[in-house]
C-alpha cells in the first residue's frame, strides 16, 4: 500500500470537509480506502470529512461500516455533552464556576461539531475552589483516578456512564516556569468572565475568545512528543478561520502568543494550514513563515502523520524515542511514566495501592514493547541521533516543549 497515496487522499478529504463543492473528490481513493479510513482513525478525525466520503463510490459494506463508526462518534458526542452539562450544573448550583477546555470549546468552531471526536471533559476552576469542586464530585458519585496528594497538572475522574473527566488545577506544560505562570494566570483571571456557549441544546462556559484560542495552540505544544495529530491541528485551524483576521492577530493574539513563548509555533501551523487544510480565511500574518523557512511546513506535516493524535501511530523509532528523553530528564520522565502507567495499569482499578508503582510498570511496558517491535542497542543509538534531528527541528517550529 503506497503511504504517500494515502496520506495524499487524507489531505484531500480533510482540505475541504466544511466546503459543500464536492468537485474536488477523486474516486481514486477507493483503490486505497482501508488505508484511507486506518489513517483518518489514528489521526482521530474519521468523522469530519463525512459529507465528503458520502459522495464516494464505496462499496455497500464499506459505507455501511463508515456510517456506523460515524453514528458511534455522533453518539459519542451527545454522551460527552449530556455529562458534561450534568457536571457544569452540579458545580454551578455549589457556588463554582467552571470552564471547559478543548473539546466542546474547539468543536463550536466546527461547521458540524458532532462530526469531530470527542474525548473526555477538561475542565477548569480557580485554584481556591479546585479541592472543593474535587469532594463535590467524589460525593455526587464521580469516581477519582487520582487523590489530591498524588496529582499533577489535574485529577482524573470518571463519571457512572464511563466518560472521563479531568478537572484541572492548571494548564501549562512547557519548559519554561515564567511562561507558564503567565498561561495559568491568564486562564485563572479568564474564569470569571467566561462565555456561555451552546451547541444543540448544551450549554457550557468556555474561555473568552483569546484565551480559548491560545489553550488550542498550547494543547498543539502539549502534544509535541507525545503524538501530535490532525485533531489538535483542526482544532487550532477552526478558530483561526472563524475568529483570527490580520487586526485581531496583531493587537490581541501575537503579544499573548509572545509572551509565552509560542508565536512561532501558531505561525507555522496556520501556514501550514494554508498550504494543505484548507484555511480560507484571507490573512497575511503567518506568511513570513514561506519566506523565512519555506520547508518547515512540509517537515511539520510529515510530522503529523508520522506520529497521530495520541501516538496512534508512533513507531518503534519513536517509542525508543520516549525512553531517549527520559535519560536526558529523569525527574520530567519518571513523572511522565507515572502518568502514562497510571493510565495504562488496569490492575490498579482492584488494587489502588500499587499505584506509586505505575512509573515502573509503564517503564517495562515501553521496554517490552519496544523489544516486540525490534528496538535494539543499535537501533537505540541511531535513535539517539534522530530524536537530536527532531529537537532541532521543533525549535525551528517554535515549540517549548521538549521532554516527555
Not at 474519521?46 to 458520502?54: E, T, V, W
Not at 463508515?66 to 450534568?86: P, T
Not at 472543593?132 to 489535574?154: C, G, Q, V, W
Not at 490580520?246 to 505561525?267: N, V, Y
Request: charged letters at 25%; aromatic letters at 10%; proline letters at 3%.
Amino acid at each position: 500500500m503506497n503511504d504517500n497515496k494515502i496520506r495524499q487522499h487524507v489531505i484531500s478529504l480533510l482540505s475541504d470537509f466544511f466546503s459543500d463543492d464536492m468537485s474536488g473528490i477523486d474516486n481514486a481513493i477507493l483503490d486505497d480506502w482501508s488505508g484511507v479510513i486506518e489513517e483518518l482513525r489514528n489521526q482521530t478525525v474519521y468523522g469530519l470529512p463525512a459529507k465528503r466520503i458520502a459522495n464516494l463510490k464505496l462499496s455497500n459494506e464499506a459505507k455501511l461500516e463508515y456510517m456506523m463508526a460515524l453514528g458511534a462518534n455522533i453518539q459519542n458526542f451527545h454522551l460527552v455533552m449530556s455529562e458534561q452539562e450534568k457536571l457544569l450544573s452540579l458545580l454551578e448550583s455549589n457556588g463554582i464556576k467552571a470552564v471547559v477546555l478543548k473539546g466542546a470549546s474547539a468543536a463550536m468552531n466546527y461547521p458540524c461539531p458532532e462530526h469531530r471526536c470527542m474525548g473526555d471533559i477538561d475542565i477548569i476552576v480557580e485554584p481556591h475552589l479546585f479541592e472543593k469542586a474535587f469532594h463535590i464530585m467524589k460525593d455526587n458519585s464521580y469516581r477519582p483516578i487520582d487523590t489530591l496528594e498524588e496529582y499533577r497538572r489535574h485529577i482524573g475522574m470518571f463519571c457512572e456512564s464511563g466518560v472521563e473527566i479531568e478537572l484541572h488545577n492548571y494548564f501549562s506544560t512547557s519548559d519554561n516556569q515564567e511562561q507558564n505562570e503567565i498561561l495559568d494566570n491568564a486562564i485563572y483571571k479568564a474564569i470569571p468572565n467566561c462565555v456561555e456557549q451552546k451547541l444543540d441544546e448544551y450549554k457550557f462556559n468556555s474561555l473568552p475568545v483569546l484565551e480559548n484560542g491560545i489553550v488550542l495552540l498550547v494543547h498543539i505544544n502539549q502534544h509535541i512528543g507525545s503524538g501530535l495529530g490532525m485533531r489538535q491541528i483542526i482544532d487550532w485551524m477552526m478558530y483561526v478561520e472563524k475568529n483570527v483576521d490580520d487586526e485581531f492577530w496583531r493587537d490581541e493574539f501575537a503579544p499573548f502568543a509572545e509572551s509565552i513563548g509560542l508565536k512561532q509555533m501558531a505561525m507555522v501551523v496556520t501556514y501550514m494550514c494554508k498550504k494543505y487544510l484548507g484555511l480560507k480565511r484571507e490573512i497575511t500574518w503567518c506568511d513570513q513563515v514561506g519566506k523565512d523557512d519555506p520547508s518547515i511546513p512540509d517537515e511539520l506535516i510529515d510530522y503529523i502523520f508520522a506520529h497521530g493524535n495520541f501516538s496512534e501511530k508512533m513507531s518503534t523509532d519513536a517509542r525508543a524515542v520516549v525512553i531517549i528523553r527520559m535519560t536526558k530528564n529523569p525527574i520530567q520522565g519518571l513523572k511522565t511514566a507515572q502518568e502514562y502507567g497510571k493510565r495504562n495499569w488496569k490492575v490498579l482499578k482492584k488494587c489502588p495501592w500499587l499505584t506509586p508503582f505505575a512509573w515502573l510498570y509503564q517503564i517495562i511496558r515501553w521496554i517490552v514493547k519496544g523489544i516486540r517491535r525490534g528496538v535494539t542497542l543499535k537501533s537505540f543509538k541511531n535513535n539517539l541521533k534522530q530524536e537530536n534531528e527532531e529537537t532541532k527541528f521543533l525549535e525551528r517550529l517554535g515549540a517549548t516543549r521538549f521532554n516527555v
